[in-house]
């Protein structure tokens, strides 16, 4: 990526089609739901904690994103995240690309990123919560070929290693609240879903963007809905990030609020909630003028979950709208989408619709 900063222009595979470039200036809105999680992170009353469920039902069906504050995340724990991560981007590119991610190990560091086969402006690190895991090795459903996913470490910075793995297990305690919040929102037990989680394939994710020649042109994250159950993110100060609104599909910037984590709806939420709760469409612009960094924590289930939607969700007058799919053939091909330029046509959710 130096050299095509050097260039002073992005390079023809980062450019968007005409109708998905950034407009420029565009205003943080107002109406993206703040939640406070106080009352569900100590020890509450019941009714403190479907008070708060239903603030979060309100926002995902509303919305499908919000922030949250008082959420138990320790502020230490993301600043020993964001000093390690900085400093393991600022390393020449050789050395980030020891760990450098590969078709046969989705894990690790990552500089040549596809979303819906235009390149993102953007290198990432994913790490996993289980250090080692077996997953599919091709999107062909009669392929039963298992590969390892294993965590890859840099040397540099010393510090990374436990910075992350104390920042993937506070925002997977976050996670968890959250997602007994969903339970209980839909008047399901808050431990509802905790049993596709058995051998998850939850990850950390950090995002740096450096500074882009092109705002008008290229994105750092190009637009998509996440592929997961749901997102922890650490926005940093910088903005950046924006979301189509649901009510009119205009692109709407999520304010930066200090210490806030802000929160999204994935896919598979939206299949076992047989879209009573809708993931949403986010990207992320450019910047000319500064770098952007953030840090977010992706739930997913193991990867023999047989994704449909929830028996109890789907009554008469919403009968279900998803066939059933295996969750880790349907990630195999995102990921290998994501990995490099395909002819074939993306796979989404939508595809499984009914
Ligand atoms: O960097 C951000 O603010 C959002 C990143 C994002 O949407 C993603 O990595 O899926
Ligand atoms: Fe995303």
């Known amino acids: ?193 905790n049993g596709y989680f058995k051998d998850q394939t939850s990850f950390i994710r950090l995002n740096y963007y450096p500074q882009c020649p092109n705002p008008d042109l290229a994105l750092g994250i190009g637009r998509h809905k996440d592929g997961n159950v749901l997102t922890v993110l650490a926005q940093g100060e910088v903005s950046g990030l924006e979301v189509s609104r649901k009510t009119d599909g205009k692109w709407i910037a999520v304010k930066p609020i200090p210490n806030a984590y802000t929160i999204n709806i994935g896919n598979m939420m939206q299949v076992w909630t047989n879209e009573i709760y809708e993931s949403v469409e986010h990207r992320v612009t450019g910047n000319s003028e500064t770098e952007r960094y953030s840090a977010l924590f992706s739930l997913n289930p193991s990867h023999y979950v047989t994704m449909k939607p929830l028996e109890e969700l789907t009554i008469d007058e919403n009968p279900p709208k998803y066939r059933e799919f295996n969750y880790g053939k349907f990630t195999a091909f995102r990921k290998l989408s994501n990995f490099k330029k395909l002819n074939a046509e993306n796979i989404q959710v939508e595809h499984f619709r009914i």
């Open 1 to 193: 990526m130096e050299v095509v900063k050097a260039l002073e222009v992005v390079e023809p595979a980062f450019i968007q089609e005409p109708q998905h470039r950034p407009k420029q200036g565009v205003k943080p809105a107002e109406g993206i739901p703040l939640i406070d999680l106080s009352g569900a992170i100590s020890n509450s009353s019941p009714e403190t904690l479907k008070k708060v469920a239903r603030e979060v039902g309100n926002a995902c069906k509303e919305w499908g994103f919000f922030q949250v504050i008082n959420h138990g995340v320790p502020a230490e724990t993301l600043k020993k995240l964001e000093s390690a991560r900085n400093k393991f981007f600022s390393l020449p590119l050789e050395e980030k690309r020891k760990v450098r991610r590969a078709e046969t190990n989705f894990l690790g560091y990552y500089e040549h990123e596809f979303t819906k086969n235009v390149r993102d402006w953007n290198e990432h690190y994913d790490i996993s919560l289980i250090e080692r895991y077996p997953f599919p090795a091709s999107p062909d459903v009669n392929d039963t070929t298992m590969v390892d996913y294993f965590n890859r470490w840099p040397e540099n910075p010393p510090e990374f290693r436990e910075a992350c793995e104390e920042f993937l297990r506070e925002t997977e305690k976050l996670a968890f609240k959250l997602l007994e919040l969903i339970a209980l929102s839909l008047g399901l037990p808050g431990n509802r879903f």
